[in-house]
Structures are given as C-alpha cells and as structure tokens.
C-alpha cells in the first residue's frame, strides 16, 4: 500500500509522515531529501543548475534512502541538507525535466512491493497518481515559516525569520509555477489545513481516514 502525502515547504509533511508510517508500521520515504541531496552535490561542487551541468552529474551520482536516512554517493548526508541555502537550490534542481524523471525512477523503485508513505510534492499527481490514499497538507506561509525558523534554531542553523519567510515564498512560486510535475493537489487527495493543528492531530485525522478502510 502507497500513502501519498503532499505539500509546501513547511507544512509538516516531514513529521507527519513520520508519525504516521511509525503508527502504521509502514516505511518511510522522504522524497524531498532526494532532490536536497542532488542540490547539495552541485552546491559542494560548485556545478551550475542547468540541464547540461546536471544531467552531466547525475551520470556519477548515486542517490538512497533507507532508515528514514538520505544517502549520496554512499554517504548519510542527512544532516548537511537542511539549510536554506540548499533548500533553494533544491526548488531550482527539482524543476529540471532530467532530474525528476530521474528522481520518479528511484522513488518507485525504493517502494516497490512495500508498504510506505511517501512525501513530497508530486507524489499523488506524478510518482504514484495510483495510491490508495492521498493528501495534501498545507498551512499558512506565515505559519510554515515560523515553523521552519523554530525548526532551524533547534538544529543551530543561524537563520532569521524575514529570510526565511523571504524564502519560502519564493519556493512556493518556484514549485507551483514550474512546468514538470508542478507542486498541486490531485483532484483525489484528502486537503487538510495545519495552520491551527498540533501535528500529532493531523497524523490521527489521517490514520481515521485510512482506519475507515480496516488498514489499522
């Protein structure tokens, strides 16, 4: 079974996702640190976002997810992907044709044959427009960027919340308007609103909505 979750930067897709493949005892697959890992590549190298430049890189470029861990090239990079630096650089790489179509081969074959929830933004439209449940969790830009801010204080990631508001602003007109796969709900997925919802409130409305069909 396929659980689509998609949506803006911040949203709370991550922890939901999270919680909810731990409630359910599916894996977890966070499809967004694939595309951080390849802007990272080319952010540590120095290799200009183009369609040249990238499809070049892609050729050496190996990209895994396992232990709810991103690896590239071998090594667990996931905790060097999480600034905004690389998460604008992810928008700008995640819009090039090559790379999706790349990303939609790995993903697919990462969840073949599993029970998983995946999420993203293109997971219901693109990736999986099959799966059994799909939602889109969205919040106010406000919200998602205070989230965000708070989140990257945790992590000792200097940042301030005008740049960071800055921005996701941008990302989110960089992911809607871009022309593969762009960042939108599909005409069946559940939309669920966590502008004023504690996270772990979305993850049981979601489990409800599976529940409804005996999965838990």
């Not at 922890?15 to 977890?28: C, D, I, N, Q, W």
């Not at 890189?57 to 905790?79: A, H, P, R």
């Amino acid at each position: 079974m396929i659980i689509a979750i998609d949506g803006p930067s911040g949203a709370g897709k991550s922890t939901v996702a999270r919680l909810l493949s731990k409630e359910l005892g599916f894996e977890y697959i966070d499809t967004g640190a694939m595309y951080r890992a390849l802007a990272y590549k080319a952010y540590i190298q120095n290799i200009d976002i183009n369609e040249t430049k990238i499809a070049e890189m892609l050729k050496t470029t190996d990209i895994d997810y396992y232990d709810n861990q991103i690896f590239l090239d071998g090594e667990n990079v996931e905790n060097l992907i999480r600034e905004e630096a690389i998460s604008i650089a992810a928008s700008k790489i995640s819009a090039l044709k090559i790379v999706r179509e790349k990303m939609v081969e790995i993903q697919r074959k990462i969840a073949q044959n599993k029970n998983a929830v995946l999420e993203g933004r293109d997971i219901g439209t693109t990736v999986f427009p099959e799966a059994e449940h799909k939602f889109f969790i969205t919040a106010s830009l406000e919200e998602r960027a205070k989230r965000r801010y708070e989140q990257l204080k945790i992590n000792n990631i200097k940042a301030d919340y005008t740049s960071v508001f800055n921005d996701m602003k941008k990302r989110d007109e960089n992911d809607s308007s871009r022309k593969f796969s762009p960042l939108k709900p599909a005409e069946d997925a559940i939309l669920i609103d966590t502008t004023n919802m504690d996270l772990n409130k979305v993850t049981k409305t979601i489990a409800q909505y599976i529940g409804g069909n005996n999965v838990l």
